[in-house]
């Protein structure tokens, strides 16, 4: 590094006053020190980035160039210093919280909505990213707090359980079928999708391709409520969790079968790298997700 931040906040500092001597006021030093630093940038970089006149001083077009990178490097440093010192007393911050379809659709809203009422300095980011990719972006320090099914590799994570996620087929109400059905079999209907982003919707593509097989998605839609109103009406069929198609059965006709498949029963867990390394507001969001998940077994068992 040929400069120190101190440099560039005094550099920036005479770009915008036009003189050393409003330099000098705004980073309270002399305007010899002022003087030094400009000067011992000149020599660092052996360019003139300021040209002297009798009103003051104002920026070569090599100064303009570092004036606006310096900006933003000083601009950078004032927001980190501001975040970390709210980071050591635990006042505010934002929380990256990855998540499978289901619990983002079934549970998430439920489960956070009290959470950040009760800590209004707190925000979330909520992302739907497959198991897989949560585990990954868990490791390389891209998220927080992780869902993720049993079925990923979750080695070099602390986890704690969390709620089941049943996946079910629902079909028109008129359609004769009966008892549980394979993933081979529903392959033989017409598809009602979500969009193809959705880490469910990736999940079966991967589980399709790995049969050999190419479904017929008639139409892709935004949320599993959307997909059982097309189901109702003769569509098509589709996959979604039990929890929803309970929900939603009650005021639409449409019929829910198991899935054979032993990814259907899907075990879930609440992921962290390291729970002593997440921030105050980190722990406190993970702290009320195991109350919830403790608050949902409080209520099956009663």
Request: hydrophobic share 40%.
């Amino acid at each position: 590094m040929k400069f120190d931040l101190t440099d560039l906040k005094v550099f920036v500092s005479a770009v915008d006053g036009g003189s050393l001597t409003s330099a000098a006021a705004e980073n309270n030093v002399v305007v010899a020190a002022v003087s030094a630093r400009l000067r011992r940038l000149e020599n660092t970089f052996g360019l003139e980035l300021f040209e002297r006149t009798g009103r003051g001083i104002r920026p070569t077009l090599a100064g303009e160039m570092l004036a606006r990178r310096a900006r933003q490097l000083v601009d950078d440093a004032r927001k980190a210093e501001t975040e970390l010192e709210e980071f050591a007393v635990g006042r505010s911050g934002q929380v990256r919280l990855l998540s499978n379809t289901n619990m983002l659709a079934e549970h998430m809203p439920q489960a956070l909505s009290t959470f950040l009422a009760d800590n209004p300095q707190i925000d979330v980011t909520v992302q739907d990213r497959p198991s897989l990719e949560v585990v990954t972006m868990l490791k390389n320090g891209d998220a927080d707090i992780g869902i993720v099914a049993s079925s990923a590799d979750m080695s070099k994570l602390e986890r704690w359980r969390f709620v089941p996620d049943r996946l079910v087929v629902v079909i028109p109400p008129d359609w004769d079928v009966t008892g549980q059905m394979s993933f081979s079999e529903i392959l033989s209907h017409p598809q009602i999708g979500l969009r193809e982003t959705v880490a469910l919707s990736q999940f079966l593509w991967r589980t399709t391709n790995e049969l050999g097989r190419k479904p017929h998605i008639r139409i892709r839609v935004d949320g599993f409520e959307g997909l059982c109103r097309m189901v109702e009406g003769g569509a098509g069929i589709g996959i979604v969790p039990e929890t929803a198609a309970r929900r939603y059965a009650r005021f639409m006709r449409f019929q829910t079968r198991p899935i054979a498949e032993d990814w259907a029963e899907r075990e879930l867990f609440l992921c962290v790298r390291a729970e002593a390394q997440l921030p105050r507001y980190g722990r406190a969001l993970l702290t009320h997700l195991l109350d919830y998940v403790e608050k949902i077994k409080g209520k099956q068992g009663s």
